[in-house]
């Protein structure tokens, strides 16, 4: 019965941290968030230079896929993720 109380402890304490380490998803959403001045739920150039200061236009309009000029998230990830978008 210890052993069985010993593996669900461990089990726990797995999960629970498991808990703390941030998907990195998640941690760029929580980037796109604090980027997205406007609270548009899009980012422009500037605000996309505002966190990412290397950022050109060339590469902003590489991740822009749908073309209308800003950044959705799904759009931002793929930067982020493809090194067109390096944050500082
Ligand atoms: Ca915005
Ligand atoms: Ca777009």
Do not use: H, R
Not at 56 to 69: F, W
Request: hydrophobic share 45%; aromatic share 6%; net charge negative.
């Amino acid at each position: 019965m210890k052993t069985v109380a010993t593996a669900l402890c461990l089990g726990a304490s797995l999960f629970l941290s498991s808990l703390v380490v941030i998907p990195p998803a998640l941690a760029q959403q929580d980037e796109f968030n604090a980027a997205d001045a406007n609270g548009d739920g899009a980012l422009s150039m500037e605000e996309i230079t505002a966190v990412a200061k290397t950022t050109t236009a060339e590469n902003y309009a590489a991740v822009d896929l749908n073309g209308d000029g800003t950044l959705q998230y799904d759009e931002f990830e793929i930067g982020v993720e493809e090194g067109f978008i390096v944050l500082d």
